[in-house]
DNA sequence: TGAAACCTTCACATCAGTGTGAAGGTCAAG
DNA sequence: CTTGACCTTCACACTGATGTGAAGGTTTCA
């Protein structure tokens, strides 16, 4: 698959696609003309390093969170440095106040929201 | 309480309190020489915004989301526009959708992590 | 053969959240 | 009265994720 396809099927632009590559994200093979190649399950890693940089994840932990997620463990034992464990149990902190911060502000959105719509039905139900 | 306590007690510049107030998210009052001055609670106003922020809300939306979080509910009838609730709708999406990122994200990291260390420790127990 | 639709690299632009620092006002303490 | 530690506004700089578009190569199809 070329750029184009995995731009599509992954909703993400070519520009996109490439500064992935340039920051370390994903590779890709060359066909003998230079364009890019991609085999099919780059479709998922993409969509994983979206979720992942909406999650508010830069690029540089991105690049070192990746390999360690990816389902037959390739890395388990070989490149686990010492360093990047220390990086991604500070990784997995960070991680963990996000969600924290995510869940109880969803929490109020959606009590909010509740309270909203509870108090503008009645009053069309009830008075009706 | 001036800027520079609120910034000490938030672990937050200046700058940024300048910053956060030139986005409307908090508000100042003057003191005669034109100095800030704010009320105690600030604090935590000031905190949630940052955990927003690193939540990956963007200043526009925060505007939007903060007031409806006020616990003694102001506006819950007055300012609660439509457009309001939509908005707070759809950030709300978002906002499960990173949750759920996140929430696998920091899972596959903590698997990972429990690998290595079952696989480092056991070596030097059981060979030793 | 030439147009259309791909692809390449490169460079400059934008946006948000920040930092940094200049130029200057205020106030308390020596 | 001066010094130091605050404060003010303003402006420019940076970073990371993105858009846009130029200049040019390749492949396909009429």
Redesign the interface.
Known sequence: MRIGELADRTGTSRRLLRYYEEQGLIVSQRCANGYRSYDDRFADRVL?IR??L???LPTRVIKQ?LP??DKP?AI??SD?TPEI?ET??Q??ER?????D??????D???E??D??RA?ARPATEVAA
């Open positions: 994983q979720g992942l909406d999650a508010g969170v360690c997620l463990r388990v034992f686990a464990i991604l149990s990784e997995l991680m963990q106040r996000r969600i911060a995510l869940t109880r502000n969803r109020a959105v959606t909010y929201l309270e909203v108090q």
